[in-house]
T-cell receptor, first 110, second 116 residues
Framework: GENVEQHPSTLSVQEGDSAVIKCTYS??????FPWYKQELGKRPQLIID?????GEKKDQRIAVTLNKTAKHFSLHITETQPEDSAVYFC?????????FGIGTKLQVIP | NAGVTQTPKFQVLKTGQSMTLQCAQD?????MSWYRQDPGMGLRLIHY???????DQGEVPNGYNVSRSTTEDFPLRLLSAAPSQTSVYFC???????????????FGSGTRLTVV
C-alpha cells in the first residue's frame, strides 16, 4: 500500500519567516495530494491540494509543489503569522484510499 | 447544510463493551471513511466506503465493523472495546475518489474515545 513520509515533525519559525514542510510517497499511481491544517482540538481542514498533472499551485501565502519523478511534494507558507500555528498533514490519494503523513507541528513565534 | 456530523463527541467505555460511533453527511458525498488519530502516528484509515452497500478495510480494521446502508450514514462499531482503541476518531467524506473536481475531505468534528 501507499506510504507517506513527512518531515519535519516539528517546526518553529519567527513570525514573517517562511515555513516548508516536505512529504514523500511510495505509490507512483497516486494522483492527488491534499494538505490539511488542524488546530488544537479541532478537525483537520483542507487548505490546498494539487493533482499529479500540475507541478505547482499557489493560494495567497500558501503554495504546494509536486515532483512526480522524485515522488515528493512540499508545502510552502510565506510571511507566517501566529494564526498559522497548527499541525499540518500531507496526504496522497491512491486507488480508493487516502494515506496521511504523521503531521508537522508548526509554531510561529511572534 | 450541516456537513459531516459525528456523535458522540466524547465517550468512556469499559473494556469489553461495545458501541457505535455515528457519522452522517448531507452533501451527497459518495465516499466516506473512518480514521483514528493517535499522537505521533497521524491519521490511520480504519474502513472506507465508495458508495451505499460497499465497504472495505483500511490500514487498521481489526476490532471495528462498518456498514453503509444509505449514502448519508456510515456508522463505526466497536465490537469489544480494548484500551488500545483509546483514540480520537474522525469520519471524513468526499464526492468521489475517482472523478469530479472536488476530491478533498470534509471531516467531522471527531469523537474522543477512552477505554478503561
Amino acid at each position: 500500500g501507499e506510504n507517506v513520509e513527512q518531515h519535519p515533525s516539528t517546526l518553529s519559525v519567527q513570525e514573517g519567516d517562511s515555513a516548508v514542510i516536505k512529504c514523500t510517497y511510495s505509490d507512483s499511481a497516486s494522483n492527488y495530494f491534499p494538505w490539511y491544517k488542524q488546530e488544537l482540538g479541532k478537525r483537520p481542514q483542507l487548505i490546498i491540494d494539487i493533482r499529479s498533472n500540475v507541478g505547482e499551485k499557489k493560494d495567497q501565502r500558501i503554495a504546494v509543489t509536486l515532483n512526480k519523478t522524485a515522488k515528493h511534494f512540499s508545502l510552502h507558507i510565506t510571511e507566517t503569522q501566529p494564526e498559522d500555528s497548527a499541525v499540518y498533514f500531507c496526504a496522497a490519494r491512491g486507488y480508493q484510499k487516502v494515506t496521511f503523513g504523521i503531521g508537522t507541528k508548526l509554531q510561529v513565534i511572534p | 447544510n450541516a456537513g459531516v456530523t459525528q456523535t458522540p463527541k466524547f465517550q468512556v467505555l469499559k473494556t469489553g463493551q461495545s458501541m457505535t460511533l455515528q457519522c452522517a453527511q448531507d452533501m451527497n458525498h459518495e465516499y466516506m471513511s473512518w480514521y483514528r488519530q493517535d499522537p505521533g502516528m497521524g491519521l490511520r484509515l480504519i474502513h472506507y466506503s465508495v458508495g451505499a452497500g460497499i465497504t472495505d478495510q483500511g490500514e487498521v480494521p481489526n476490532g471495528y465493523n462498518v456498514s453503509r446502508s444509505t449514502t448519508e450514514d456510515f456508522p463505526l462499531r466497536l465490537l469489544s472495546a480494548a484500551p488500545s482503541q483509546t483514540s480520537v476518531y474522525f469520519c471524513a467524506s468526499s464526492y468521489s475518489l475517482t472523478g469530479g473536481d472536488n476530491y478533498g475531505y470534509t471531516f467531522g468534528s471527531g469523537t474522543r474515545l477512552t477505554v478503561v
